[in-house]
């Protein structure tokens, strides 16, 4: 595997984000944003002839893509990584043995991320989840070790544009950031190389929301997660100051009245890199990726 650079720095509070995922866990379903990119992710599967026969869906349930998964690949048997136990009980209530999903299919096996994730996928799916890291390399170094030869990654995360509107409005007021900073997708595909995969495809949309009141947008906007930025205000906020920022907030109106929010979404997908041969020099290959190159209808010299 080639040498993967140190991690860039990444101004992220780990005990914020694990609150956030807690407070979600308790939300009945996974942010809508969510779903929706999962279903745009889904259609790139079109592309990809490879047939995953198992697939790893890392933070399976803020993913929402566990029906998507399941209706593209049916033979296919599905592992869903969860950051927290909390998730993970959201996880294997899915799929206990009185859900319908368990009666159409094998069982999802419900594993913690901090736990050994059962390796020989051909496929890791990593939908709206990146950008809540604070070591990219080092989970794509994972999602390497996951893999079996051939097998491909496919991911989507914030990108940097993610409620710019929202950022500049800070900025102006002179008030801390509310949001971490994003991760480039060019960034992301450089990552993916150094962690030894190959042949990374990175593309971005922009997709405009728009709400009705101030309120409805930051409760949209607390619904996807929360400020995990360490220079976030440090202390709870007034009423007076949230009645401020809601005043300062229809500044984003446009002519029909709604308050408009762009959020920029990265996708991307790359394969494992296979090892390269040398000449003169003795190449190890596990027999479990030596049956994948074989079966791989990608498989190469």
């Known amino acids: 595997m080639p040498e993967i650079p140190p991690s860039p720095a990444r101004r992220i509070d780990s005990a914020a984000v694990r609150a956030v995922l807690r407070r979600l866990a308790r939300q009945p379903a996974a942010p809508w944003l969510h779903q929706e990119v999962a279903r745009r992710m889904a259609q790139r599967l079109e592309l990809i002839r490879l ?3 198992r697939i790893v869906d890392w933070w399976s349930f803020l993913g929402a893509s566990g029906e998507l998964l399941d209706k593209a690949y049916p033979k296919a048997r599905r592992v869903a990584v969860e950051p927290d136990t909390s998730l993970a009980e959201r996880s294997r209530r899915a799929h206990a043995w009185w859900s319908p999903q368990r009666w159409m299919r094998e069982a999802t096996q419900v594993v913690l991320e901090h736990d050994d994730v059962p390796g020989g996928a051909q496929l890791v ?55 971490l900073a994003f991760v480039d997708m060019h960034d992301i595909g450089d990552m993916l190389v150094h962690a030894g995969f190959a042949d990374p495809v990175m593309d971005q949309e922009t997709l405009i929301l728009s709400w009705a009141t101030p309120q409805a947008l930051l409760a949209e906007l607390r619904a996807l997660g929360g400020n995990v930025s360490p220079d976030r205000f440090p202390g709870l906020r007034t009423p007076r100051w949230k009645a401020r920022l809601e005043n300062e907030l229809r500044s984003l109106s446009g002519p029909d009245g709604r308050l408009s929010m762009r959020f920029d979404i990265a996708y991307g997908h790359a394969f494992k890199a296979l090892p ?12 479990e990726d030596m049956r994948s190159l074989v079966r791989s209808p990608r498989g190469r010299p």
């Open 276 to 287: 390269r041969v040398q000449r003169d020099q003795p190449t190890t290959v596990s027999l």
């Open 125 to 179: 799916w990593a939908n709206m989840m990146l950008h809540a890291q604070a070591d990219p390399p080092a989970l794509m170094a994972r999602w390497q070790q996951v893999l079996a030869a051939d097998g491909f990654v496919m991911l989507s995360c914030f990108g940097p544009d993610t409620v710019r509107e929202l950022r500049e409005l800070y900025q102006r007021l002179g008030w801390p950031p509310p949001t």
């Open 51 to 53: 047939q995953p026969q």
